[in-house]
């Protein structure tokens, strides 16, 4: 079955950029989404399709994706970024999460 | 504006079964197939499968056949998920999510189950 990994956790400064990795084989060849979960809350989609922003997402995050690696950047961090990242891709007809990166904003 | 509005949480003991219900608005109902999530204590997310809403057909995830049964009322936009023979691994937040094209656009603001005697 098809993996997607993701680091456990990333810190970044306040108003620095912070970037999440995914990784999958050939995960460039597919379709990526992020989804944003802060505690106690449900998901919210921030990037669907690698790059695209859902209406009400600030233009800070932007999302890309090749060879192995897809990448979600979120810059001029803010303390309310501090939530948990999940990217998401389809295969064989499967939802695959990655296991989620915690974000800390310093 | 598109909801989607779960029942509250539910307590069962074990071999129990639960159903949680997933009423959705704002949109037509068959035009976007239904999902469902499941988040452990303290873990992540694990796809469980989907319901096709014109069609009533269910798709389950590797680990999620035979105790998770998909439904549907369209009379009254709502999903529903139902796992029988709980187990207090079953404990978990179970999250419906409607899916855009491809995408799990909008969620449900999740039912915690708690499976204990």
């Known amino acids: 079955s098809y993996e997607l990994t993701q680091p456990l956790s990333v810190s970044v400064a306040l108003g620095q950029t912070a970037r999440i990795a995914c990784g999958g084989n050939n995960i460039g060849g597919k379709n990526v989404h992020w989804y944003q979960q802060r505690p106690g809350q449900a998901p919210v989609l921030v990037i669907y399709r690698d790059t695209n922003r859902p209406s009400g997402i600030p233009e800070r995050f932007s999302g890309s994706n090749s060879g192995n690696t897809a990448t979600l950047t979120i810059s001029r961090a803010q303390a309310g970024d501090e939530a948990d990242y999940y990217c998401q891709v389809w295969d064989s007809g499967t939802a695959v999460f990655g296991g989620g990166t915690k974000l800390t904003v310093l | 504006q598109v909801q989607l509005v779960q029942s509250g949480s539910e307590l069962k003991k074990p071999g129990a079964s639960v159903k949680v219900s997933c009423k959705a608005s704002g949109y037509i109902f068959s035009t976007s197939a239904m999902n469902w999530v499941r988040q452990a204590p303290g873990q992540g997310l694990e796809w469980m499968g989907r319901?096709?809403?014109?069609?009533?057909?269910?798709t389950y995830a590797q680990g999620f056949t035979g105790r998770c049964v998909f439904s549907l009322d369209t009379s009254v936009s709502t999903s529903y998920l139902q796992i029988s023979s709980l187990k207090a691994e079953d404990t978990a937040v179970y999250y419906c999510?409607?899916?855009?094209?491809?995408?799990?656009?909008?969620w449900g603001q999740g039912t915690l189950v708690t499976v204990s005697s």
């Open positions: 999510a409607r899916e855009g094209l491809k995408e799990f656009d909008y």
């Open positions: 319901i096709n809403t014109n069609t009533g057909k269910p």
